[in-house]
């Protein structure tokens, strides 16, 4: 009697790995949504309609402060359901690197942008201060546009790895599929 699993798939088999599909591609969609939205309708926006560009960064900012926090929790969602469902080393920290860019943007570069925003726009503002904050925004959006392109190659990624049929293994002589064998 062998160790591994019956290879017929069980129907709490298939509707958990299917609920775990689902989890995944709303919280791919979801990241890559958000951050579309963002870049294209928000933030342009924002500094075309507000009457300054005072009240446009700031709300440009507590908007990307949610970005942020919802790209590093997203991506920490995103490994776990990846590991869950077995996809490769790639699959699975690529999207904690993310969730540490979107932290680093968080904490790091906006909470310096927040500090120095009034000293560079204000009548106090120095031509230095004002080239910090130019390069702390470039920073920012630096970080913004490679998640945005990370989340975009996840996304391929993993339609490739949900295309793709199960490989076929061989286990004590029985023929196993990949998705369906068990650690011994």
């Known amino acids: 009697m062998s160790a591994v699993a019956d290879p017929k798939p069980t129907r709490e088999r298939a509707l958990g790995q299917t609920a775990l599909r ?6 791919l969609g979801g990241w890559f949504g958000s951050y579309l939205l963002f870049g294209a309708v928000i933030a342009p926006t924002a500094f075309a309609v507000l009457p300054s560009f005072e009240l446009a960064g700031n709300l440009i900012g507590l908007v990307l402060t949610k970005l942020n926090i919802y790209g590093a ?6 490994a776990l359901v990846s590991k869950s469902l077995g996809r490769g080393p790639l699959l699975v920290t690529a999207p904690i690197a993310l969730s540490a860019l979107c932290l680093y943007s968080h904490f790091g570069v906006s909470a310096q942008l927040t500090e120095i925003r009034d000293l560079s726009f204000g009548p106090d503002g120095t031509a230095e201060v004002a080239a910090r904050f130019g390069e702390l925004h470039r920073i920012s959006l630096a970080i913004f546009i490679s998640v945005g392109i990370a989340v975009t190659a996840l996304i391929g990624f993993h339609a490739r790895a949900d295309s793709r049929p199960p490989e076929v293994i061989l286990l004590h002589g029985e023929a196993r599929t990949q998705n369906n064998r068990e650690s011994a």
């Open 22 to 27: 689902t989890c995944l591609w709303l919280l």
């Open 73 to 78: 929790l997203s991506g920490v969602a995103v």
